[in-house]
């Protein structure tokens, strides 16, 4: 019974130092969103960051080159992209690059082919 207690109070004393840690780590979005990730993939490079929190006032911590990084943020319209199932046979032809590209209500999404003006998807 002696181990049993022991054991119980070092589980509750390792719980409760991860508290403090847990509690003051909100993570804050930043409004804006991250430009298009079109870059080649690094594979061995570490994260700069975990969330925007971490990132100067302009900069929101996004993927790019398949890492995470400080960036410019950049203005998103409402709504998703809708999703393309299908796949590319020629080459890729970017038509967009980021939102602001297009007109209206469109965004710039990712397609088979390369990024072009869409309607977004509510959601």
Known sequence: MRAWSLLLLVA????GSQ??????????????????????????????????SQCPSRKKCCYQACYRQCVRLVSVK?????????????????LCHQDSDCRGSSRCCLGACGRDCRNPVKG
Not at 12 to 15: K, Q, T
Not at 27 to 48: F, N
Not at 81 to 91: A, G, I, T, Y
């Open 78 to 94: 409402q709504g998703s992209c809708p999703k393309d199932p299908l796949r590319c046979l020629s080459p890729i032809q970017h």
């Open 12 to 15: 509750f004393l390792a719980l």
């Open 19 to 52: 508290l403090p840690a847990a509690l003051g780590s909100r993570k804050r979005e930043k409004l804006g969103g991250c430009p298009p990730d079109d870059g080649p993939c690094l594979q061995l490079v570490p994260d700069q960051c975990m969330d925007d």
